[in-house]
């Protein structure tokens, strides 16, 4: 059963279908929605973070050990995830995280 993905920041949005066992990585490159990489989905630079409501964690697979090694185990309080580690369970809409906007915000503290 597939499952439809909306990716969006800002005001733009990409939309895809997800197969089973897609990963948020796998289907951005799809849609062509900007989700950064450095590994190519490895699992070690963390750019892949998507972040979704956190009434809306549930549509998505549990997060791997890798993801809790790399990331604490947060995410039900950020709603942040590593989109090479987790799959949609359920229609869902992620908002892509900017590495390089997060990094420049930072430093403007
Ligand atoms: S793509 Fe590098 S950690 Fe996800």
New binding site residues.
């Given amino acids: 059963m597939s499952h439809t993905v909306v990716f969006y920041q800002g005001d733009l949005t990409w939309t895809v279908e997800a197969e089973p066992g897609e990963n948020m990585?796998a289907l951005s490159r799809r849609c062509d929605a900007p989700v950064q990489?450095?590994?190519?989905?490895?699992?070690?630079?963390?750019?892949?973070k998507v972040r979704v409501d956190l009434a809306d964690l549930p549509k998505l697979s549990p997060p791997t050990a890798l993801e809790k090694d790399r990331l604490g185990n947060l995410s039900h309080l950020t709603g942040e995830r590593?989109?090479?580690?987790c799959c949609p369970v359920a229609d869902v809409r992620l908002e892509i995280l900017d590495g390089r906007l997060r990094r420049r915000s930072r430093r403007q503290r």
């Fill in positions: 990585l990489t450095l590994c190519n989905g490895v699992g070690t630079c963390v750019q892949c590593m989109g090479c580690q």
